[in-house]
Structures are given as structure tokens and as C-alpha cells.
């Protein structure tokens, strides 16, 4: 089965900085990849994704790059702010059906600084 | 996106008792999964729930002790049998809704188990 991993555990930043969380995943067969960001006590929110067919996703301060040939993929936060404040996760899915059966990984805990 | 309900919210139970969590979506989606998210953890994928016929569980989770139904298109239950304080987590019901495949969480239901 898939399994993705996903660095830092951590990652403390000061406001208006940049925050890049890098994840790698197993199956070469994955083609879709979301990250979600879970605020406390809160579900998960999806937040930007990105399929096999495009390189890079850009949405206002956040992006997402994706290598297929080395099977990595990473979430870039620019001008961070406190609010950006959460535990973000990575994940990776090869279609099941009609919809997407995700592998997440473990999780980064971003906290941005005053 | 999808409106995805979840109850009951939160609940304690004692050990050796059921409890079943109720998922109701609020339009007709394509799957529903039930995941765990033990606290500090990332999220596991218990089960496929598949409308009309036995839920489709991942390894290291049997249908005996997480019994799953989904009568129709919008609605699942997630029954979390025989408990221990092992099953003291957030159980999160989720969605994809439409061709992109993208997946919707409820807002979880908190169990601790005494």
C-alpha cells in the first residue's frame, strides 16, 4: 500500500516569513494530492491540491510543487501569518471508484510567531 | 463542497459498551470513508463504506469491532463495538462529492472511553 512521510514534525516561523513542508510518498500509481489544514479541536480543511499532470498549483500566498520522478511533493505558505497557525498533512491517492481513498502523513505543526 | 454532520459530537463511554456515530451528507456523493485521528496522530483510514453492501476495511480493522452501514447515497454509521480505552479517539465520517474526487470531513466525534 501507499505510504507517505512527511517533514517537519514542526516548524516554527516568524510572521511574514515563508514555511515550506515537504512530503514523499511510495506508489508510483498515486496521482492526486491534497493537503489539509486542521486547526485545533477543528476537522480537517482542504486547503490546496494537486494532480499527476501539473508540475505546480498556486492559490493567493499558498502553493504546491510536485516531482513524480522522485515521488515528492511539497506545500509552500509565503508571508505567513498567525492565523497560519495549525497542523497541516500531506496526502496521496490512486483513485478508488468515483472518488479518492487518501494516505495521509504524519503531519507538520506549524506555528508562526509574532 | 459538501455539508458533512456528524453526531453524536463528543460522548464518554464506559468500557465494554457500543456506540454508533451517525454521518449524514447533505448531497448525494460517491464515497464515504470513516476515519480515526488518535489525539496528537494523523488520520487512518478505517473503511470504504459502500452503499448496500459490506464496508470495505483496511488492514488492522475488522468488521466485528467497527461494524459500518450506508443505507442510502447520504447516510452512514460507524459502530465502534466492545470498547476500550485503546478506542478513545475522534472518528471522522468524510465524503467526495462529484467527478474531482475531492474529500469532505464531518466535524468528528470525540470519544474517551473509561
Known amino acids: 500500500g501507499e505510504n507517505v512521510e512527511q517533514h517537519p514534525s514542526t516548524l516554527s516561523v516568524q510572521e511574514g516569513d515563508s514555511a515550506v513542508i515537504k512530503c514523499t510518498y511510495s506508489d508510483s500509481a498515486s496521482n492526486y494530492f491534497p493537503w489539509y489544514k486542521q486547526e485545533l479541536g477543528k476537522r480537517p480543511q482542504l486547503i490546496i491540491d494537486?494532480?499527476?499532470?501539473?508540475g505546480e498549483k498556486k492559490d493567493q500566498r499558498i502553493a504546491v510543487t510536485l516531482n513524480k520522478t522522485a515521488k515528492h511533493f511539497s506545500l509552500h505558505i509565503t508571508e505567513t501569518q498567525p492565523e497560519d497557525s495549525a497542523v497541516y498533512f500531506c496526502?496521496?491517492?490512486?483513485?478508488?471508484?468515483?472518488?479518492?481513498?487518501?494516505?495521509f502523513g504524519t503531519g507538520t505543526q506549524l506555528k508562526v510567531e509574532l | 463542497s459538501a455539508v458533512i454532520s456528524q453526531k453524536p459530537s463528543r460522548d464518554i463511554c464506559q468500557r465494554g459498551t457500543s456506540l454508533t456515530i451517525q454521518c449524514q451528507v447533505d448531497?448525494?456523493?460517491?464515497?464515504m470513508f470513516w476515519y480515526r485521528q488518535q489525539p496528537g496522530q494523523s488520520l487512518t483510514l478505517i473503511a470504504t463504506a459502500n452503499q448496500g453492501s459490506e464496508a470495505t476495511y483496511e488492514s488492522g480493522f475488522v468488521i466485528d469491532k467497527f461494524p459500518i452501514s450506508r443505507p442510502n447515497l447520504t447516510f452512514s454509521t460507524l459502530t465502534v463495538s466492545n470498547m476500550s480505552p485503546e478506542d478513545s479517539s475522534i472518528y471522522l465520517c468524510?465524503?467526495?462529492?462529484?467527478?474531482?474526487?475531492?474529500?469532505?470531513f464531518g466535524e468528528g466525534s470525540r470519544l474517551t472511553v473509561l
Open positions: 494537486i494532480r499527476s499532470n501539473v
Open positions: 468524510s465524503a467526495t462529492t462529484g467527478p474531482t474526487g475531492e474529500l469532505f
Open positions: 448531497s448525494q456523493v460517491t464515497m
Open positions: 496526502a496521496a491517492s490512486t483513485r478508488a471508484g468515483g472518488g479518492n481513498k487518501l494516505t
